[in-house]
Every structure is written in C-alpha cells, then in structure tokens.
C-alpha cells in the first residue's frame, strides 16, 4: 500500500504565490509517473501538471507559464510551485502516484482571493 499526504495549500491574494508538496510512503519500491489535479466546486477533476520519473514534464493549458512541477525522487516527493495566481485557480488539488498502479491523496484546498 501507498500513502500520499499533501500540505502547502491555503488561502493566498491573487497574483501571489503557494508551493504544494506532497509526500509519498509505504510500499513504494519505485515511483513511475508523479502529478497533481484540481477539482473546484461542479467541475471535473483536471490535469494540473505530470512529471516523469526521469522529469519529463507536461501542463494543462490553465496554468502553463505560471505553475511549475518537480521531483525528489530520493525522498519520494513532489512538488507544484504556483505563481500569479487566480481566482479561478481556487480548488482542491490532488495528487497521485503510479505504483504499480495510480495512488491518490486526500488533497489539499487551494483559495485565491480576488
């Protein structure tokens, strides 16, 4: 089994700036892919960003130029380093972690106020 705990998220101005971490633990052995989601209120849950075990990158349209995904693949982590924010940025945002097969946190709400 493997656990996935989130922290970083909260309430910020927009324009401003919050990085997400999330930490990995369990029966991990090796990590394949990494990424993090968003799911606000009546919508579907998106692609944030996705990050390869070798680092190879890739961004929904929304937040490309502004949010910036990486890896500590020696502490098994990830992170989602958000800039100019917005208020449409405002969500829950999970992540998961291919193991064998995809693992999913319990997420961490992101609020921008306008």
């Known amino acids: 089994q493997v656990q996935l705990v989130e922290s970083g998220g909260g309430l910020v101005q927009a324009g401003g700036s919050l990085r997400l971490s999330c930490a990995a633990s369990?029966?991990?052995?090796?990590?394949?892919?990494m990424g993090w989601y968003r799911q606000a209120p009546g919508k579907q849950r998106e692609l944030v960003a996705g990050i390869s075990r070798s680092g190879r990158t890739n961004y929904g349209d929304s937040v490309k130029g502004r949010f910036t995904i990486s890896r500590d693949n020696a502490k098994n982590t990830v992170y989602l380093q958000m800039s100019s924010l917005k208020p449409e940025d405002t969500a829950v945002y999970y992540c998961n972690a291919e193991v064998r097969r995809i693992y999913w946190g319990q997420g961490t709400q992101v609020t921008v106020s306008s």
């Open positions: 369990g029966s991990i052995g090796s990590i394949n892919s």
